[in-house]
């Protein structure tokens, strides 16, 4: 009987020690953009901490599947990590969330890929959480007629380049991945080339959104490290 007692509470022990201690929406994110050289073609799952500590979380990129000129990044929410990363932690605070992002770089190259990248807690390596994110990016094909603008760098530091192939009068803005304006401006047709400062934002994926007085609208991506 003893020994039948002692089989069971190491099996509890065993059990209890490969609970996961947080939570992710989705295992398979399917997302898809467009090829222009611009571009940052761009998927997430969110995380949460459901334990009552903070957690030292890993993310390892188990497996990629993409074309050989594509390039890619995971990023959090407010941190992006170097392309050659393969592996990295952070903290995730009791009761907190994050978004875990796969960001493709396919400099104006169409294709499909996927990136598996495995989550887990480093206490507890054995149980993990694997998220598979299924990209497809399309040939892109200008319109006549419709405006088009290109940004740079990606990532940014302190100053963002923005070129207007086509200057037309309009407003520009800079959203967050939250669809938060965080910057606006006035454009006139004379403003073929602007310069934005963006030191003061946060680290993550920003949208810049230049729509027309015609109702002409573009959007380009990038990263602010």
């Given at each position: ?179 938060r304006i965080v910057h606006t401006q006035a454009v ?12 003061r934002l946060e680290t993550g994926l920003y949208s ?14 990038f990263v602010k490290q």
């Amino acid at each position: 009987m003893k020994k039948l007692w002692l089989l069971f509470g190491f099996c509890f022990a065993v059990l209890f020690m490969r609970a996961q201690t947080f939570a992710v929406t989705d295992t398979v994110v399917y997302f898809s953009g467009s090829a222009q050289a611009t571009d940052i073609v761009s998927g997430y799952a969110k995380i949460y901490n459901t334990s009552g500590d903070t957690l030292p979380l890993r993310w390892v990129r188990a497996q990629e599947n993409i074309p050989g000129w594509w390039r890619s990044s995971v990023c959090t929410e407010y941190y992006c990590f170097a392309i050659p990363d393969d592996s990295a932690t952070w903290n995730l605070l009791p009761g907190d969330s994050d978004l875990v992002y796969i960001h493709i770089y396919p400099y104006g190259n169409s294709g499909t890929g996927d990136v598996v990248v495995r989550l887990f807690d480093t206490r507890q390596p054995a149980a993990f959480t694997d998220i598979r994110f299924v990209v497809d990016v399309l040939a892109s094909v200008p319109e006549q007629g419709t405006i088009s603008f290109n940004s740079w760098p990606s990532p940014a530091a302190d100053w963002l380049n923005v070129q207007l192939n086509t200057p037309r009068e309009g407003q520009l803005q800079i959203t967050d991945v939250a669809g938060r304006i965080v910057h606006t401006q006035a454009v006139s047709a004379a403003d073929a080339r602007l310069e934005l400062n963006v030191a003061r934002l946060e680290t993550g994926l920003y949208s810049v959104i230049f729509e027309s007085e015609q109702g002409e609208r573009a959007v380009v991506k990038f990263v602010k490290q």
